[in-house]
């Protein structure tokens, strides 16, 4: 699979996922993004956090996080990733980067992921087994 994306002068930039047979799909306003290859591990994170108005920072961040939960869960996917930020009207790449096993941001990425993840877990309320919590207020 291939996603190319690009954008004609005077045309808004699209996105297309091309698979090996030749059909495609393309990015919407209601799609914005695609995930390839294992979608239950990093696509929830995407979804959940996506926001249209984000910077173009966070906007590199979120994949990372995506790709390093996918990472972790399934050992059949690994590095190197490849970035390549492309920003509206430019015409040519803004960024292009690799990132492997030594790569310090997406290290600090996965470590400080890992850690709000536990302690987000750590602020939800405890379960209690003396609660009817279909009848209890929320």
């Known amino acids: 699979m291939i996603s ?17 047979e030749g059909n495609f799909i393309e990015a919407s306003f209601d799609t914005p ?6 979608t ?3 696509r929830p994170i995407l979804l959940r956090a996506y926001d249209r108005r984000m910077t173009f920072e966070d906007a ?6 995506s790709f390093d939960s996918t990472l972790k869960a399934n050992l059949s996917v690994g590095l190197p990733l490849d970035m390549m930020v492309i920003s509206r009207d430019t015409f040519a790449p803004l960024h292009e980067r690799r990132i492997d096993s030594r790569d310090s ?5 996965s470590s400080g992921w890992g850690e709000a993840l536990k302690k987000a877990f750590d602020d939800l309320s405890d379960y209690s087994f003396l609660v009817d ?5 929320m």
């Open 4 to 20: 190319p994306s690009g954008q004609i002068k005077g045309m808004e930039p699209r996105l297309f996922l091309i698979y090996p």
């Open 33 to 38: 993004f695609f995930q390839i290859g294992e």
């Open 40 to 42: 239950k591990y990093g």
């Open 60 to 65: 590199v961040k979120l994949p990372m996080v």
């Open 105 to 109: 941001y997406f290290r600090k990425v």
């Open 133 to 137: 919590y279909d009848s209890a207020p």
